[in-house]
């Protein structure tokens, strides 16, 4: 009876492409789950260690990968047939990754994912989403009404953290490095419909997209800046066409804003 094979991403020399081998699926053993993959992250770790630019290097041939997600094949602490995901104990580093059809893991590596959930975003929502959540939360400690800036904002933690910050209050500003990214920025709540300004600003000009933003006081009010009487609303957003600059005469923004 032949053994059972699945296709894995092998690397074999550092600075080249890994190729595509059909390899035996590893046999279960105590104290290790196998995984049925579904879905494997590709990150800037992973392509270090791939182009040998990472202080700890597998041993070749090697399969990368550092996350993944998958379903239980075979374990003694998960249940078979659930969703995982895979991430620590070395993976991709000292031992084969999730680059490949399957995985034979430590138990410690691998982690139970609600039902439901898509394993792309299994496999790569921890590092973006922990390292955004502690540098607004546990490192600067954002307060509701304060101004952050976030650079590299259509990254993955760039992303992240512009959305994590303006949930804690803060005014967000969202810098990128050309305007190519700017759709990859998580744009400003939508309104039901374009706000109202002066008459030399007709409500066609404006425009909502996902570009950079944050709330701004307005020196002069208009039912756009401060729909409500009294003092500038800090808390609207700012639709911004140029990652650069303010907006001018020619942007999309209302002429009493500075």
Known sequence: MSHPTSQSLVLEEFGT??????????????GHTLVRMKAAAVSHLDL??????FGILPDLPSVPGT?????????????EGSLVRLRGKALGLRRDGTWGGHALVPDAAVEAV????DPALACCYFSPAGTAWASVHSVAGIRPGERVLVTGAAGAVGALT????????????????????????PAPPR????????????AARWTWSSTRWAGR??????????????????????????????????????????
């Open 217 to 258: 006081s307005c020196a002069t009010r208009c039912r756009w800046c401060a729909p409500a009487a009294g003092s500038p609303s800090s808390a609207t957003p700012r639709v911004v066409s140029s990652p650069w600059t303010w907006p001018t005469s020619s942007s999309p923004m209302c002429r009493c804003c500075p």
């Open 114 to 117: 609600p039902d439901g959930t």
């Open 162 to 185: 512009v959305q994590v910050a303006a949930r804690a209050g803060a005014e967000v500003i969202g810098v990128v490095g050309r305007p190519a990214k700017l759709p990859h920025v």
């Open 17 to 30: 492409l890994p190729r595509l081998v059909e390899r035996p699926v590893p046999e279960p053993r105590p």
């Open 191 to 202: 309104r039901s419909s374009p706000p109202t300004c002066p008459p030399t600003r007709s």
């Open 48 to 53: 270090n260690v791939v182009d040998g630019r």
């Open 67 to 79: 996350e993944g997600s998958g379903t239980v094949v075979a374990s003694d602490t998960h249940p």
